[in-house]
């Protein structure tokens, strides 16, 4: 009899599946008639792949409201599948899409085609990220975590919180977290760093690195794909790789370079933050000494030649140059950049990014560039003698030339350019002049402490003070005293907040050229560039350590402040 029974309830079950079949195919047969009738193409979007990305183009309740769901979004053309296609509702969204720039494809589609696409919107995490790759994080909740972190514990607190969190929604969530929190800090990289049982995260604040928290390897395996995703890295990859990817906070969008490196126990993620915000800093603001800064707006005013700024990685080289261009921009001239990224968008100014993979390099891109009738040109990086050549040779012709080199100081940038097979000769033609710099943390305003300037600090002081030749240099500085970090909240316990620049300079006279083409050497050159009385590296952050900017520990990590 049970067996009876329980064949009965097989066939009602087998019988309801069937019904529910029947009234699918029916309501699909009535769509595509309808599609016909109205001119618009049917489709059955529950066997139609969908593009989770498209659906943030119109938010959930807009879009059951209109009954309709956008399922795809390739270069501006959304495809739409659409309950009622000549309804007043569906009129007025197709329209203002078409307004935002969007070209639609519409679609003829059921109730059960919809509602496959309204169910995959609770796999979106709170974060918005679009097909280019850009996670938009400018909705109410992330904006207002932001404006809730101000601190590390503060970030260590809602990371920690997320975690506890179930699985899918974590992993939906934590990556968005991280990002917040470093840009809530003003964190320049952000380091995850995989063990044998957990991860490091840690933060790059004001060039130093700082531990944030430690979490699960079961985390971080699910976090790491999606990392790749949104990077456009090859997901089935176990090695080096690069990639990148945009963050859009309201009208903010923050640039986000992704480097993979495998390890021992996974691979390691290091994302730098090209924050514009961190770039966007006036001339004025940068640190240069009122003597440097008169000499530079000097040079910048002339119709050509070259300012090329040295310094290692990180030392804001490129903050300096963005600076530089918007000084000297205005409507009447025309500026263009090549550049690798493109890190601050600067109203006026062309902008144009290499890019290796479709071979298009510095070298092409200021070829390309001289063709666009240029007035001033920056050049990101000069790191081959194809663009070294190209440059000096537009800084002969009528152009002024901004660019970086990698050497140590600004009289390595002669040997540098002759090196990169640049003629002596015409390195003194061509240049203006020569700087380097590198980014010293600034002292905490509201914990920094002041103490009686004596013993070895004194010593090593005095000794750069007397390598001054222009004593009045030191008016109106205290000579005996300096500061020293502390540590509070408003500075996460570290004592500095912020950096700011060190600067030297070697302008192009006689002395200099005279020297440069006899091949003279990075030594012979700083002798030769005294009487310029310029202060160099080590002079000019000894003068921000008496003057309470810095400290002298801060001052010896960046510069070797030994006298040979």
Known sequence: ???????????????????????KQEEEDLAQTLSLKYGVPYLDLTVTPINIDALRVIPELEAREAQVAVFNDVNKILSIGALAPQSPKT?????????????????MVSHASLNKVWNRYKDLSYSLE????????????????????????????????TLQLKKSYRISRILEIILAGAIATNASDVHLEPEETFVRLRYRLDGMLTEIIEFDLETYKLLLPRIKLISNLKLNMYGAQDGRFSIKINESEIQIRTSLLPGAYSESIVLRLLNPKSIAVPLEDLGIHPRLLKIILHEMTKPNGMI?????????KTTALYAFMRKIHTPDIKIITIENPIEYHLPGIVQTQTDDKKNYGFAEGLRAALRQDPDVIMIGEIRD??????????????????????????AGTFPRLIDLGVNSKIISSALNMAMAQRLVRKLCVDCKKQVTLEGESKITIDKILNTIVDKTYLDGIDLTHIWEAMGCSKCNNIGYKGRLGIYEAIKMDKAIEEIVKNNASEREIEIAAVPQNILNLKQDGILKVLQGITTLEELQRVVDIEID
């Open 1 to 23: 009899m049970l067996l009876f029974v329980d064949m009965i309830l097989f066939d009602e079950d087998k019988q309801n599946k069937k019904i529910d079949y029947l009234r």
């Open 308 to 316: 090329l700024n040295t310094g290692p990685t990180g030392s804001g």
């Open 130 to 161: 679009t097909k280019s790759g850009a996670i938009d994080i400018s909705n109410d909740q992330i904006t207002e975590f932001l404006s809730k972190v101000h601190t590390i514990p503060d970030v260590q607190g809602l990371i920690g919180e």
């Open 385 to 410: 003698s194809e663009t070294a050549e190209i440059a000096i040779n537009s800084a002969l012709t009528g152009h002024l030339v901004f660019s970086t080199l990698h050497t140590n100081t600004a």
């Open 91 to 107: 009129d007025e969204v197709v329209k203002r899409l078409k307004e935002k720039g969007y070209a639609i494809e519409l679609y």
